[in-house]
């Protein structure tokens, strides 16, 4: 993980004095400057400060009284990992803070209360994606709008009762198994399989999708995978994908017999439901990623390589999938957030994309989870998911300064705090002694134009040419003008690029990266 990126931002017009001020003290693993004159402190995260509690690491988050709050939810490692880089908790309750993680999303009163430095973790209508019913709808549109083949992403559905003698019609010509699912539901509850319309209970809205019956087997074994997802900005679209994830497996060994219909453990991957199995096999060793019911996804990809599968083509598919997905409900988030989100750069994303790949090695999107599980059973999820949090807590760009406080720009990012980034700052008496024509911070997201950070790679960027790598600048341009005339044409394109720059990577071409 990079911890002197502000060495790598040099200042190619600055006068020497500037230069020299540069040089200053400021250097630490836990900050670096960005903006005009890199005049704007900027947290850097680390995983591994978790278990070295190094003080060190807390001192910038300390020395500007940084603060987060948790809401409706109790999740230990975000608390972790925050309080580990200095970050203090406060209550609920509190308006001065640098972080609300909440459980779900915000009323439209509380997102026009942010402030420019203040982030949350959810963007309004989110629901638009993590929502079933709204995800096939979103999904089904633009089926209509770029042909079916373009967005055949999903298994095909339906949603009951509105579509009932729909579904009847379509099970007459196949009679495959089917897979039923409450329309806001999560961790396999309420999911089960039917092979016949008469086992529907049409009391509720439920969604019934074609049952993929040739998923793709490791060991006989059936499997999912659990990939992060993240979006800083739907306006513009700026996705990142990180690039460990998690292959969850069945505890049965899969059998395409009916008989075997009602056998959850056999059919369903979800580590909730498979932890209950008296079959299941945890991993205390977080080396070792490829034993148990829980493997690292790079160890599925390296074990699938092994046995001759194009695991290139197969994640190419799978960031397509990412993106279509996402971009079905661009514009309804996009609209929410120029309603209710006062600045830009306040809200951040984190999905879970479950998705299923069958014997052809064609992806399947199963669901997008909302708040997605963050529980550490196993030494493995630690690994994974602390080193996870830590990149995005870094992309979302948390700008070093009290909440508490409303100091213009020029006090605040004084050359003084530049010398001495690590002595506190002492907090105002009042909140008359704050500053009543504060100006903005950031009007704009940092971190718009990162290619990468850590293991956050940028599958899409509409706002810069560059979103790729610079060297394919030329290409990427088309690709940013053809985005709003068809979509048919820009995912095979982006396909394209993405093989592109595997083959290049793997053949030992150096791809020179623009953090700038």
């Given at each position: 993980m990079p911890v002197g990126m502000a060495r790598d931002l040099e200042e190619t017009d600055s006068s020497s004095e500037e230069e020299e001020e540069m040089e200053g003290p400021e250097e630490h693993p836990c900050i670096m400057w960005t903006g005009g004159f890199r005049r704007i402190p900027i947290m850097v995260f680390h995983a591994e400060a978790i278990l070295t509690k190094d003080s060190y690491i807390r001192l910038i988050g300390e020395r500007y009284h940084l603060s987060f709050k948790i809401v409706r939810t109790d999740s230990r490692l975000v608390r972790s990992i925050l309080s580990a880089h200095g970050f203090r908790e406060v209550h609920p309750s509190s308006n001065e803070y640098n972080l609300m993680w909440t459980g779900s999303h915000l009323k439209p009163y509380v997102l026009r209360t942010l402030t420019d430095i203040q982030k949350v973790n959810h963007f309004p209508r989110s629901y638009e994606l993590t929502r079933k019913d709204r995800l096939y709808k979103n999904i089904n549109r633009m089926q209509q709008i770029y042909g079916f083949k373009t967005f055949h992403i999903l298994p095909q559905t339906f949603i009951l009762p509105a579509e009932y003698q729909e579904f009847c019609t379509s099970y007459s010509k196949d009679r495959g198994p089917w897979i039923v699912k409450p329309v806001a539901s999560s961790r396999g509850r309420g999911v089960y399989l039917i092979n016949n319309p008469n086992q529907i209970s049409l009391e509720e809205n439920i969604l019934v999708s074609r049952y993929i019956n040739n998923p793709l087997l490791i060991d006989d074994f059936k499997f999912d995978v659990r990939l992060y997802v993240l979006v800083t900005s739907y306006d513009p679209l700026?996705?990142?994908?990180?690039?460990?994830?998690?292959?969850?497996?069945?505890?049965?060994?899969?059998?395409?017999?009916?008989?075997?219909?009602?056998?959850?453990?056999?059919h369903l991957t979800n580590y909730s439901v498979n932890k209950k199995s008296g079959d299941y096999v945890s991993c205390d060793d977080p080396e070792v990623e490829d034993y148990g019911n829980k493997w690292s996804m790079s160890a599925m990809l390296r074990y699938l390589k092994q046995e001759g599968k194009d695991?290139?083509?197969?994640?190419?598919?799978?960031?397509?999938?990412?993106?279509?997905?996402?971009?079905?409900?661009?514009?309804?988030?996009?609209?929410?957030?120029?309603?209710?989100?006062?600045?830009?750069?306040?809200?951040?994303?984190?999905?879970?994309?479950?998705?299923?790949?069958?014997?052809?090695?064609?992806?399947?999107?199963?669901?997008?989870?909302?708040?997605?599980?963050?529980?550490?059973?196993?030494?493995?999820?630690?690994?994974?998911?602390?080193?996870?949090?830590?990149?995005?807590?870094t992309l979302v760009g948390f700008v070093c300064q009290d909440p508490g406080q409303r100091l213009n720009r020029t006090s605040y990012y004084s050359s003084e705090t530049r010398r001495n980034p690590y002595q506190k700052t002492q907090r105002p008496v009042s909140a008359q002694s704050r500053s009543s024509n504060a100006k903005l911070i950031l009007d704009e997201p940092i971190f718009y134009n990162f290619v990468k950070y850590g293991n956050m790679d940028a599958v899409y960027n509409k706002s810069y040419v560059r979103f790729l790598y610079p060297a394919f600048s030329f290409h990427v341009l088309l690709l940013v003008s053809l985005i709003t005339l068809n979509v048919s044409i820009v995912c095979p394109l982006l396909i394209f690029l993405r093989r592109l720059l595997f083959t290049l990577e793997k053949s030992g071409f150096e791809i020179k990266q623009d953090f700038a």
């Open positions: 700026v996705i990142y994908l990180y690039e460990e994830g998690l292959a969850r497996f069945a505890t049965v060994r899969y059998d395409q017999g009916s008989k075997n219909i009602k056998n959850q453990f056999m695991t290139t083509a197969l994640m190419a598919s799978v960031e397509e999938l990412i993106i279509k997905t996402v971009i079905s409900a661009e514009l309804a988030i996009a609209a929410a957030c120029k309603a209710f989100i006062p600045h830009r750069g306040v809200c951040f994303e984190l999905y879970g994309f479950d998705v299923l790949i069958d014997s052809t090695l064609k992806p399947w999107l199963l669901e997008v989870n909302l708040s997605p599980s963050l529980a550490c059973d196993a030494p493995l999820d630690l690994k994974i998911k602390a080193s996870m949090l830590s990149d995005m807590f």
